[in-house]
Each structure stands twice: as structure tokens, then as C-alpha cells.
């Protein structure tokens, strides 16, 4: 049986402190208790970063003015394989809140542990940490 591929957009909230917006994921959802970068899932016929844009507003409440894709990822589980296209979102209008009642928090750049990530966000974690931290 073929396994399901999702391709979803996620956006790396960046503002002037280099704070770092994240989510937490719902307990009941799959990979749920880990803190992700908000996004979500393309849909037919979206491009990556127009869905980024309507999942952003729906999920924090922004409205992106400014983005650009810093890595793709793609990553295998036992039931799905996913690509993940990550952006690094500097430029917004409002501000960032969990607009679905999930938990927020800006994180400095140079302070998000990767463990509390799902394992296919880890290595654009450690990117991040590395490029804060000069």
C-alpha cells in the first residue's frame, strides 16, 4: 500500500529580538505535546508559500508581508512521508497568538531545544541555533 505524502509549509516567525514564534501541537494530533513552527498543510494547487500565507492567518493571526523558503526537508514515518518547506518569515502584520487555542511562546533563536520538536523539524532547529549563535 502506498503511503500517504503530505507537503506542508511552515513558517519560522522571526521578529527584531531574533525571537522565535512557536505552536504547541494539539495532545490529541499526531506527533501532539511537541512545539512545532506554525503552517500547515498544501492544498490542491497551492504553492508552498501561498500556503503558508493562509495557514499563518488562520493558525496566529498574521498577515505575511515577507518570507523566504530556507530548506526543504523531506521525512519518511511508518505511515506517511511528509515534505516540509520551511520558511523564514520576517516581515508581518499584527501580532502572532494562537488564534485555535493552542499554547504559544517566543523562544530566542539561540535557545530552541530541538527535543522539543517532532524529529522531522530537528535539523532546521539545529540550523537555527547554529546561524543565531554568530
Not at 535539523?123 to 537555527?128: D, K, M, P, T, Y
Request: hydrophobic share 35%; glycine share 8%; proline share 4%.
Amino acid at each position: 500500500m502506498e503511503k500517504k505524502h503530505l507537503h506542508i509549509a511552515a513558517g519560522i516567525i522571526k521578529n527584531t529580538n531574533d525571537e522565535i514564534f512557536i505552536t504547541q501541537r494539539h495532545v490529541d494530533s499526531h506527533m501532539g505535546g511537541f512545539w512545532e513552527f506554525p503552517g500547515g498543510k498544501l492544498e490542491q494547487g497551492e504553492t508552498s508559500e501561498q500556503a503558508l500565507i493562509r495557514e499563518l492567518k488562520e493558525e496566529v493571526g498574521i498577515t505575511v508581508t515577507h518570507c523566504e523558503l530556507v530548506q526543504t526537508i523531506t521525512h519518511e514515518f511508518s505511515d506517511r512521508n511528509i515534505t516540509l518547506y520551511f520558511y523564514l518569515v520576517d516581515q508581518w502584520k499584527n501580532e502572532p497568538f494562537g488564534k485555535e487555542g493552542q499554547p504559544s511562546r517566543w523562544v530566542l533563536q539561540t535557545e530552541l531545544i530541538a527535543d522539543e520538536f517532532p524529529p522531522a523539524n530537528r535539523s532546521i532547529v539545529a540550523l537555527l541555533n547554529k546561524s543565531g549563535s554568530h
